[in-house]
């Protein structure tokens, strides 16, 4: 579903059972369809990059807490990739990448890892560095997938100001929110009580966006919106995603610097 063919890769063997064990606990106590979710979430933000790529001979991606998705490796045309996240999920993706690469499993991309926290001033120096000094007039599509709901309001603006001053006309911004309305949700409530009971993340609040937010940020206009269980009639021959209150909604939108 994803088109993602090496995604298994990154999980050492060593590690996999400890995974799957997860997985199963989460599918019971959270929801089962978070496997499709996420899949049919990948496959969209992929093909808008292709897209993208498509578009521009310049390009280059930026993916803001790219964890441990394949998307240099899965793009069509080569182009210089920069994977930002926290410095000890970078250092366990560069080492996992060498043992891949030794293994002839992944292809050789031009990517460069850049471990920063979005959330500190420093890290945010550290993203408008890269788009205005290391990226300077080139158009770049940047991704922040799985993050916006576990920042605030504050860090999001200070991110989309720091995007505006980097980020030329044409080039486009990426993200995947949850809304308000999802507060009451009965998967929701399941998930927040998961993550704190196997994580440690009690989080009070989480970062929830609707259009209006999304329509006002400065300097950009949306290019595109969708939704789970949209993209599921697309890509997949199931309904499952149609019933709300089953899965965890979630919302996926484009925007383009104008």
Not at 61 to 82: D, Q
Not at 159 to 175: D, I, M, N, W, Y
Not at 212 to 217: D, L
Request: hydrophobic share 45%.
């Amino acid at each position: 579903m994803s088109r993602d063919e090496y995604a298994r890769h990154w999980v050492p063997s060593e590690r996999r059972s400890t995974v799957a064990t997860l997985w199963d606990d989460f599918s019971r106590e959270v929801y089962p369809y978070d496997d499709l979710e996420l899949g049919i979430r990948n496959r969209f933000f992929l093909e808008r990059m292709q897209r993208f790529n498509n578009m521009y001979s310049e390009a280059a991606l930026v993916n803001v807490g790219a964890g441990l998705t394949s998307y240099p490796f899965l793009l069509e045309r080569e182009i210089p990739c920069f994977e930002c996240d926290l410095p000890y999920v970078v250092e366990f993706k560069r080492q996992r990448m060498d043992e891949l690469l030794a293994s002839d499993i992944l292809p050789r991309r031009n990517l460069t890892f850049v471990g920063l926290d979005v959330s500190r001033l420093e890290g945010q120096e550290q993203l408008r560095v890269l788009l205005v000094i290391t990226l300077a007039n080139r158009p770049t599509f940047i991704l922040l997938e799985g993050l916006s709901y576990y920042l605030n309001f504050p860090v999001l603006d200070a991110l989309f100001e720091v995007f505006r001053e980097g980020q030329r006309p044409g080039s486009q911004v990426a993200l995947d929110f949850w809304m308000p309305n999802l507060l009451q949700h009965p998967v929701f409530l399941r998930l927040k009580a998961f993550f704190t009971k196997r994580f440690g993340f009690a989080a009070q609040s989480y970062c929830l966006l609707d259009q209006h937010w999304i329509s006002a940020i400065e300097g950009y206009r949306i290019l595109e919106l969708s939704n789970a269980a949209h993209s599921e009639a697309i890509y997949a021959a199931s309904s499952v995603l149609d019933n709300e209150s089953a899965i965890l909604p979630e919302n996926y939108v484009v925007l383009e610097r104008v």
